[in-house]
């Protein structure tokens, strides 16, 4: 169910599961198509430690006041409210969505300096999302 239909709206979408390691998990890598602005390679994680939060890293420029230190996307704060967050039972093809919409947001916010749409004035997150940053499970 969790992936269901993401291959027909996301072409070239591609997953593995990995099953040792520090990145053991379920693993997807597609390219992205950023309306008005350059596509970008996604490659989404699933930890195995974690299965529910995901870790979203992106090619292209990293300077954004919505990424985590590692690079990372910061798509949601914790306190956001749950109409602008993704569980992971909204499934893989709103997971996507999300993506696109931020990666969007960073293109457009580089270009002018400002953020089109929600957000949440917040210190810079060091590290990627854990159960209790992040995601809402």
Not at 29 to 58: C, G, M, N, W
């Amino acid at each position: 169910m969790f992936e269901r239909e993401a291959s027909r709206y996301f072409p070239g979408l591609s997953s593995v599961t990995i099953t040792s390691g520090h990145n053991a998990g379920r693993r997807y890598r597609l390219t992205v198509t950023v309306p008005h602005y350059e596509a970008r390679r996604v490659q989404i994680l699933f930890r195995k430690d974690s299965p529910k939060i995901s870790r979203v890293s992106v090619d292209g420029p990293v300077d954004s006041k919505h990424r985590f230190s590692s690079g990372d996307l910061c798509m949601w704060y914790p306190e956001d409210p749950v109409e602008n967050q993704w569980i992971f039972e909204d499934g893989l093809v709103a997971l996507l969505g999300h993506i696109a919409a931020h990666l969007f947001r960073e293109a457009w916010y580089r270009e002018t300096g400002e953020w089109p749409g929600p957000e949440v004035g917040h210190l810079k997150i060091e590290s990627a999302p854990t159960e209790q940053s992040g995601v809402r499970q």
